[in-house]
């Protein structure tokens, strides 16, 4: 089964605007990794963040913020003020601690595109 | 320091045909992990390795994929025969120590097209 869901495909904002991109995980762990990673047309898979599970504050880092609610098992990222820059995939992943090799379960991704 | 390399960045095969991608990761990273997304859905885990030694192959799709790290440096994964569900960005990612905490650097895929 899916453990981390993004049930965007795609979405599609005019510059400036703000876009939330939903990420959902399920796992029975407690201890937990979580993260954004973002693919520009360019293909490499670019490192956003990484959040533990007993670090539920949230986090802003420029334009970019992330929302961590345990209690909804949701980690969401929020780009304000988008610009043309922004458009790319963005994909949520999550390691399990019980995994003791640490593989990164990813969610199926979420296509940005801002247009001028 | 050097990135993740992943080459070649597009192969375009006929089915039937053999491909071997490479990737090498950064220098001293043990760990070396093989991923793959088909087209518009999740990134899938394919295979670990921690220096030259398989720790986990579960995600290997079946016995037509075959992945080595000799020497615990670079690493090959060769698809032989190509069929057309090969088709998609294979990802190379290496992580140094604590890869549960810190993740991956990822290379830049290669896209493998399959006709």
């Known amino acids: 089964a899916q453990k981390v869901t993004q049930a965007q495909t795609e979405i599609s904002v005019v510059e400036k605007e703000d876009v939330t991109l939903d990420c959902v995980y399920e796992t029975r762990d407690t201890t937990y990794y979580l993260f954004w990673y973002k693919q520009p047309p360019s293909g490499e898979l670019v490192f956003l963040i990484r959040r533990n599970s007993f670090d539920e504050q949230n986090e802003i880092s420029g334009r970019y913020s992330w929302n961590f609610q345990k209690s909804t098992s949701s980690f969401n990222f929020t780009i304000t003020a988008s610009q043309v820059v922004d458009s790319a995939v963005y994909f949520c992943a999550l390691i399990e601690i019980g995994d003791s090799w640490g593989k990164l379960q990813f969610g199926a991704g979420t296509q940005v595109v801002v247009t001028p | 320091e050097a990135g993740v390399t992943q080459f070649p960045s597009h192969s375009v095969i006929e089915k039937g045909q053999t491909v071997t991608l490479r990737c090498d990761p950064i220098?001293?990273?043990?760990?070396l992990y093989w991923y793959r997304r088909v087209m518009g859905k999740e990134i899938k885990f394919l295979l670990h390795?921690?220096?030259?030694?398989?720790?986990?192959e579960s995600g290997m799709p079946n016995n037509r994929f075959l992945a080595e790290r000799t020497g615990g440096t670079y690493s090959t994964l060769k698809v032989q025969p190509a069929e057309l569900e090969d088709s998609g960005v294979y990802f190379c990612?290496?992580?140094?120590?604590?890869?549960?905490?810190?993740?991956?650097?990822f290379g830049s895929g290669t896209r493998l097209t399959v006709v």
């Open positions: 220098s001293g990273h043990d760990n």
């Open positions: 390795f921690v220096k030259e030694s398989k720790q986990d």
């Open positions: 990612a290496s992580s140094q120590v604590d890869r549960r905490s810190t993740g991956y650097t």
